[in-house]
């Protein structure tokens, strides 16, 4: 395998990827309280070390940080959902980001 750098004013610039899996979260549940499996990001490429930033939207709370997360929730007779959204910075390659995200959806009390 070949690696290949480019160096641009003393900063090395190196093409990286970034996913989540899963890379999407459907899922009935009964009423209450729940917590995702792990959403964990994959990193390919780049030079690291890297910073992981992870948020979401809905009526959701992450748990966990770093390489991976889980949403815990909470519902009744309802569905909650939104979008989890990571960013990751490539600290040893010129503070370079990108983002992945992927959508979650748990229907609390009725069976899909």
Same mark, same amino acid.
């Given at each position: 395998?070949?690696?290949?750098?480019? #160096?641009? +004013? =003393? !900063?090395?610039?190196?093409? $990286?990827?970034? &996913?989540? @899996?899963?890379?999407?979260?459907?899922?009935?549940?009964?009423?209450?309280?729940?917590?995702?499996?792990?959403?964990?990001?994959? #990193?390919? +490429? =780049? !030079?690291?070390?890297?910073? $992981?930033?992870? &948020?979401? @939207?809905?009526?959701?709370?992450?748990?966990?940080?770093?390489?991976?997360?889980?949403?815990?929730?909470?519902?009744?007779?309802?569905?909650? +959902? =939104? !979008?989890?959204?990571?960013?990751?910075?490539?600290?040893?390659?010129?503070?370079?980001?990108?983002?992945?995200?992927?959508?979650?959806?748990?229907?609390?009390?009725?069976?899909?």
């Amino acid at each position: 395998m070949i690696n290949l750098l480019m #160096v641009v +004013g =003393g !900063v090395v610039n190196s093409e $990286y990827s970034v &996913s989540i @899996s899963p890379s999407d979260y459907f899922t009935s549940a009964p009423n209450g309280s729940f917590t995702t499996p792990y959403f964990e990001s994959s #990193v390919s +490429g =780049g !030079v690291g070390p890297y910073a $992981y930033q992870w &948020s979401v @939207s809905g009526l959701s709370t992450i748990v966990g940080e770093g390489e991976k997360v889980r949403i815990k929730t909470g519902g009744y007779n309802d569905e909650v +959902g =939104g !979008v989890l959204s990571l960013t990751v910075t490539d600290e040893g390659n010129g503070n370079a980001e990108l983002s992945a995200s992927c959508n979650y959806s748990i229907l609390f009390g009725v069976p899909r």
